[in-house]
């Protein structure tokens, strides 16, 4: 069945980022020509470049001599989405409270990258598409634009949409409240995570950073007075990108540290628990919680173990070669759902097959380590791609939900390990509407409107 979901919760949940992404190719918008410059600009000099002729920031843009437009001086750099809301989402003008620069260019940026052997790219923010030969010309109703921070290598962002362009509101003062399917970030982290998930008992976030280049440590982040607090871990030499982490129902906090070491947290005592595994290449490849225990799925592992609050091993349960390994895995009621190759199968607590699902595995949609969620009603949801399809406890497909992220419109790059096409590393939920995900080392938040 395709359409709303029942439940105010959980409709609200799958439609939290509706809006469709646009691209940064767009056509224009609702007007393809470029608009003139808004009447409430006193003084058109005002957005004269030659203003900034001394101006740092200019000249690393290209300077006068790259065919300027526009140049626009910014209070804070997170007034970006009211000046030009073509832009789309920027992480990291978002998070940025100093000021910038934004400069329009006349035609194509002489900063884009050019072809082989000739200029690379400018630094680790570049958002481009290489240049092919001969050069392009501007999309109907866009523009390329340059902003320059506290970087010295600015951003270079290509046929950005220019059907709206509100000089006015470079000076802002207060951040506005952000729209309904609108990304913001709610927080800037030490190094990138894939783990990430929502305490419904404390209402606040819980995720690991676990890097050999910098300090391990778990830590929980109120959303929305933005507190975070940190408990430290031993070192590790994992790079980060198969952690996970999961709260139980008593609130416990259950994570792994490189694959091998099962943690518990319990966040009132503030006593840590481990358990280690061998390291024999059989890492925790999946994780979900049920009342005080928690199911791990182990890489190349034809079973599923049981480890219960007193970090012993409950149980091991047998189940098919094909969904050894699982990566997706989740409660539904007292049945187990697993993500395998290339479906979702359901199986009881004994291990046998009930139903394989309708529903054909896309691994790697989700980056990091791909996980189910399990709502407050004992459903799971399976996020792919532009949609997610809710599962009741027999396995049914109750519900298919289009939905979006509000990502970046082109290549996102963070930091110097991080530079690809924009993808959730993790995702969590208060099943409320509200959506966070991480995006290199930022966490953002999304609410959803009223439905």
């Not at 691209?23 to 393809?32: L, N, P, V």
């Not at 035609?107 to 290489?130: A, K, N, Q």
């Not at 061998?278 to 225990?293: C, E, P």
């Amino acid at each position: 069945m395709k359409g709303r979901i029942a439940g105010a919760a959980v409709s609200a949940l799958l439609v939290a980022c509706s809006a469709p992404n646009p691209t940064i190719r767009a056509s224009g918008g609702a007007s393809s020509a470029v608009p003139t410059v808004p009447s409430s600009i006193a003084v058109p000099g005002a957005l004269d470049p030659h203003r900034f002729a001394q101006d740092p920031r200019l000249a690393a843009c290209g300077g006068l001599k790259a065919g300027m437009l526009y140049a626009l001086p910014l209070a804070h750099g997170w007034s970006y989405r009211e000046v030009l809301p073509g832009l789309g989402f920027v992480p990291q003008l978002d998070f940025a409270d100093g000021a910038a620069l934004l400069v329009v260019y006349t035609g194509i940026s002489p900063l884009r990258p050019g072809p082989p052997g000739g200029p690379g790219p400018i630094g680790p923010h570049t958002v481009h598409s290489p240049t092919p030969s001969p050069v392009p010309t501007l999309a109907p109703g866009s523009r390329d634009v340059c902003i320059a921070a506290g970087d010295p290598r600015p951003t270079i962002y290509e046929d950005v949409p220019f059907g709206a362009f509100h000089p006015e509101r470079a000076s802002l003062t207060a951040r506005s409240v952000p729209a309904a399917g609108q990304a913001h970030v709610v927080a800037r982290l030490k190094a990138s995570t894939s783990s990430l998930a929502w305490d419904a008992v404390r209402h606040v976030l819980w995720f690991t950073v676990q890097r050999r280049d910098t300090d391990t440590a778990l830590y929980r982040l109120d959303p929305v007075t933005r507190e975070m607090s940190r408990w430290p871990l031993p070192p590790t030499e994992g790079n980060g990108f198969t952690d996970q982490v999961a709260v139980d129902a008593t609130g416990a906090v259950w994570f792994d540290q490189y694959g091998y070491t099962l943690y518990r947290f319990d966040a009132q005592t503030q006593r840590l628990a481990s358990l280690a595994f061998s390291h024999t290449g059989m890492w925790i490849s999946g994780m979900a919680t049920d009342g005080g225990d928690v199911f791990l799925a182990r890489e190349d592992t034809p079973s599923v173990t049981r480890v219960d609050a007193g970090m012993h091993v409950a149980d091991s349960i047998a189940i098919s070669r094909e969904y050894a390994g699982a990566s997706q895995i989740a409660l539904l009621g007292d049945r187990l759902l697993l993500g395998g190759n290339t479906t979702y199968g359901l199986f009881t607590l004994s291990g046998q097959l009930v139903r394989t699902l309708a529903i054909t595995r896309v691994s790697g949609v989700i980056g990091g380590p791909d996980r189910l969620l399990t709502d407050p009603r004992g459903r799971a949801t399976v996020w792919q791609g532009p949609f997610a399809a809710l599962i009741d406890a027999s396995g049914a497909r109750v519900a298919e939900v289009s939905f979006a992220f509000d990502l970046p419109l082109g290549p996102f790059a963070d930091t110097y390990e991080y530079a690809s096409s924009p993808r959730p590393e993790s995702l969590a939920t208060a099943w409320d509407g509200r959506v966070w995900y991480t995006l290199g080392t930022y966490l953002i938040e999304v609410a959803a409107a009223e439905h």
